[in-house]
């Protein structure tokens, strides 16, 4: 199962329940290397007898997907996508919340910068847009047996006693073009 979406989609949350269902994780975060690198290291894992696996990456572009559907392919298993659909600006606010957890305040260009060297997860807005830039919607030619849109949900997190200021667009979604559908 390939899980996708941009930077602070989700991912980390969705990914959970596979883990907990069995499904071996890799994740380029957790193992390091390139998607490229992330692909080789599944196929080695289906190759000592893996046969559930979910990886979680931002995967924007259908190049990046296709390694993974070819090493499953490969290993007679279905290339199966989840495409977590939190629009920009909800992804922004998480990117925020995931930065006021980590530090207890939203870091400064400079500080997000020398951050973004040792701590994964921590980036500037702009790789969020970039992401958007960059994002080929998952497609069923692409070779996927199968493509799960799933909308994004905000649930309140427990302990959060600070306040957070959300653009009004984050609560509403109204991004424009935020919401996507696959067949």
């Given at each position: 199962?390939?899980?996708?979406?941009?930077t602070g989609?989700?991912?980390?949350?969705?990914?959970?329940?596979?883990?907990?269902?069995?499904y071996?994780?890799?994740n380029r975060?957790v193992i390091?290397?390139?998607?490229k690198?992330?692909?080789?290291?599944?196929?080695?894992?289906?190759?000592t007898g893996v046969?559930r696996?979910i990886?979680?990456?931002?995967y924007a572009?259908?190049?990046a997907?296709?390694?993974?559907?070819e090493?499953?392919?490969r290993h007679?298993l279905?290339a199966r996508?989840?495409w977590l659909?939190?629009?920009?600006?909800q992804a922004q606010?998480?990117?925020c919340?995931?930065?006021?957890?980590?530090f207890?305040r939203l870091?400064?260009p400079?500080?997000?910068k020398?951050?973004?060297k040792?701590t994964?997860n921590?980036?500037?807005?702009?790789?969020?847009h970039g992401?958007?830039?960059?994002?080929?919607?998952?497609e069923?030619?692409?070779?996927?047996?199968?493509?799960?849109?799933?909308?994004?949900?905000r649930?309140?997190a427990?302990?959060h006693?600070?306040?957070?200021?959300?653009?009004?667009?984050?609560l509403?979604g109204?991004?424009s073009g935020a919401?996507?559908a696959t067949?």
């Open positions: 199962v390939l899980l996708m979406g941009y989609a989700g991912k980390t949350t969705a990914v959970r329940p596979w883990v907990d269902a069995g071996h994780r890799l975060d390091g290397g390139s998607l690198e992330v692909a080789e290291r599944l196929d080695q894992d289906l190759a046969t696996a990886l979680d990456n931002t572009r259908r190049s997907r296709n390694a993974v559907i090493v499953a392919w007679g279905p996508c989840v659909q939190t629009d920009l600006a606010v998480n990117a919340q995931r930065m006021l957890d980590r207890g870091l400064e400079d500080e997000l020398e951050a973004a040792t994964p921590t980036y500037a807005p702009r790789v969020q992401y958007r830039a960059l994002l080929e919607d998952p069923l030619d692409e070779g996927f047996t199968e493509i799960l849109a799933e909308p994004f949900v649930r309140p427990a302990g006693g600070r306040g957070l200021i959300v653009a009004a667009a984050a509403l109204s991004e919401s996507r067949s």
